[in-house]
């Protein structure tokens, strides 16, 4: 079984730019999350989607939005990059709202130059 | 608002025993997980409270004291694989009705040989 996909591996855009992040989870899975880590830092909390609706959002800015499709996938959008956006974006899926576990991505790194 | 807290590092002993500890102030506690994450990989699930107690999973053992908002993660017969970083993260009711999943900033933690 597949487990959760993200693209690209690797991203480098210029400060001002918009950034697209990918993943595509679990088979069966609803419910996506997106975490920000800054290097050597902890996972903050970005998006929740389920059923193809934004269920929470953590403390960022209105430039960090997403959305789900039909098919659970999901896409993490970044307007107007800055420096600080740098940072490995992780996305994690998990089975239903309720469910505890939650099956994480090798995640995006996303470099701001 | 929400905040977890939990050591920045930890150094111990090949074949030792040591404890992650995490305390955490939220407004809709549901449960407490701890995940593993090696450098350059995914978190990984290690395991979920929601009640008080102990939950054992071979080595590793958690703790939940939902009076105390305290917990931790309990890592018996150390091993060098076991050198990565360790998170705890809460899952969260917010008061629009949707769970998110906070996580802590991450125990590193060292097994010296």
């Known amino acids: 079984e597949a487990g959760v996909t993200q693209s690209p591996t690797h991203l480098i855009k210029t400060r001002g730019q918009q950034a697209t992040l990918r993943c595509s989870p679990i088979?069966?899975?609803?419910?996506v999350y997106w975490y920000q880590q800054a290097l050597g830092l902890g996972l903050q909390f970005l998006l929740w989607?389920?059923?193809?609706?934004?269920?929470n959002r953590g403390n960022f800015p209105p430039r960090f939005s997403g959305r789900q499709f039909p098919n659970y996938s999901s896409e993490l959008n970044v307007n107007a990059l800055e420096l600080e956006d740098s940072a490995l974006y992780l996305c994690a899926s998990s089975l239903s709202p309720t469910a505890t576990e939650a099956f994480f991505g090798q995640g995006t790194r996303l470099t701001v130059v | 608002g929400q905040s977890l807290e939990q050591p920045s590092e930890v150094t111990a002993v090949e074949g030792a025993i040591v404890q992650i500890n995490c305390t955490y102030q939220?407004?809709?506690?549901?449960?407490l997980s701890w995940y593993q994450q090696h450098d350059g990989g995914a978190p990984t699930f290690l395991s979920y409270n929601a009640l008080d107690g102990l939950e054992e999973t071979g080595r590793f053992s958690s703790f939940l004291s939902r009076s105390d908002s305290y917990g931790y993660l309990l890592l018996q017969e150390l091993q060098m694989k076991d050198s990565a970083s360790y998170f705890c993260a809460v899952r969260d009711l917010g008061n629009t009705g949707g769970f998110k999943t906070i996580f802590g900033a991450g125990t590193r933690l060292f097994v010296k040989a």
């Open positions: 939220t407004s809709g506690f549901y449960g």
């Open positions: 088979s069966g899975h609803t419910s």
């Open positions: 989607y389920d059923e193809g609706e934004e269920r």
